[in-house]
T-cell receptor
């Protein structure tokens, strides 16, 4: 059974039209991460939540926001998607942020911007 | 800035051969490293990890070697199978962030 679930699997949006991607987890993990992965590139960390504490990476554009209403769910909001935001968006969870805390990844949402 | 990277973007092997995928890292303060496998259309999958106080760790058919002197990490896959075809990433834990290297695409032919 999937433990980190991302919906939808494919998302198409229009240039400038806000879009929200969702992630849920059944692991009861404290930490949830959002990564952006463009074609043939490594996943790039956007931000993560430790419980309700939000941690933004320094180079994450302001266009990207996140919400975590409860332990199980985390959302990625892209306020005004540009063509350069087309990518795979990966959600991951971990029990804690200490050493040797393994990340568990969802299957990702492939975002297309028209 | 400091980052984790891989030496070769692609590696092609025959089924049954041993594969070695290399990674060079530059953050000398990193003390935890992970190898992930990513198949097309899927999220990264944990393979094996190693702490900096070790130089070798073995799993099922996989071995990770760490050379802190030259800041080099490698993943060895024994008896490579077609199902091993995927992109392999090394990653390092920097504070609370898992930072990925660029990835090596492993292709296994029968």
């Amino acid at each position: 059974d999937a433990m980190v679930i991302q919906n939808p699997r494919y998302q198409v949006t229009q240039f400038g039209k806000p879009v929200t991607l969702s992630c849920s987890q059944t692991l009861n993990h404290n930490v949830m991460y959002w990564y952006q992965q463009k074609s043939s590139q490594a996943p790039k960390l956007l931000f993560h939540y430790y419980d309700k504490d939000f941690n933004n990476e320094a180079d994450t554009p302001d266009n990207f926001q996140s919400r975590r209403p409860n332990t199980s769910f985390c959302f990625l909001d892209i306020r005004s998607p540009g063509l350069g935001d087309a990518a795979m968006y990966l959600c991951a969870t971990s029990r804690d942020t200490g050493l040797e805390e393994k990340l568990f990844f969802g299957s990702g949402t492939q975002l297309s911007v028209l | 800035g400091e980052s984790v990277g891989l030496h070769l973007p692609t590696l092609s092997v025959q089924e049954g051969d041993n594969s070695i995928i290399n990674c060079a890292y530059s953050n000398s303060a990193s003390d935890y490293f992970i190898w992930y496998k990513q198949e097309s259309g899927k999220g990264p999958q944990f393979i094996i990890d190693i702490r900096s106080n070790m130089d070798k760790r073995q799993g099922q058919r996989v071995t990770v070697l760490l050379n802190k002197t030259v800041k080099h990490l490698s993943l060895q896959i024994a008896a490579t199978q077609p199902g091993d075809s995927a992109v392999y990433f090394c990653a390092e834990m920097v504070g609370t962030a898992l930072i990925f290297g660029k990835g090596t695409t492993l292709s296994v032919s029968s």
